[in-house]
């Protein structure tokens, strides 16, 4: 049976889709930019052992890029979802971790990072943004369907449809 046409969530899942790919496409590609700051973001949070940094703060980049990719083209979209929710929460936890400590650093979301002075911290602003990108991502976990996507395209998730032609699945 043929699809209806796109139905609202549809088109709120394109533009979540497309939203969180920015995200990741352009605090990815800031931080691949310039890898010494990544490093001196990662350092400065003092969580990690030293022989970890290096490999988080070159690792991360790429990362983030591939999670953007991914999800600009609408492949794998529930997983790339969850695997986004993950790292943000990580963001969440490292960025309130720090606030808990008396630290003073920029997060380096997107590029930046590193010590600043004590009154120039954004923890709470950092959290919320964060929160908010993690909200997207809830969206496409629960609801993974959205136009122009791989997924659909490949007929990734579709299930069989209900007696009556509704569909049952969601192509994700």
Do not use: H
Not at 19 to 46: E, F
Not at 89 to 110: E, N, Y
């Amino acid at each position: 049976m043929a699809r209806p046409s796109a139905k609202w969530p549809d088109v709120v899942g394109i533009l979540v889709r497309l939203g969180l790919a920015a995200v990741w496409l352009i605090s990815g590609g800031v931080k691949a930019a310039n890898p010494n700051q990544s490093y001196l973001a990662v350092q400065a949070y003092d969580v990690l052992p030293a022989g970890m940094v290096g490999f988080v703060a070159a690792a991360l980049p790429f990362v983030e890029l591939a999670l953007g990719v991914l999800l600009l083209v609408g492949f794998g979209t529930r997983l790339v979802a969850v695997l986004s929710a993950v790292l943000l929460l990580a963001f969440i936890a490292g960025v309130a971790q720090s606030w808990a400590r008396g630290l003073a650093i920029d997060c380096g979301c997107f590029g930046g990072g590193g010590q600043v002075a004590s009154g120039a911290t954004q923890y709470p602003q950092e959290i919320a943004r964060d929160i908010g990108f993690l909200v997207l991502a809830g969206w496409l976990i629960v609801r993974p369907r959205t136009l122009l996507s791989l997924d659909g395209l490949l007929g990734i998730g579709r299930r069989d449809e209900e007696p009556g032609g509704d569909p049952v699945g969601e192509t994700g």
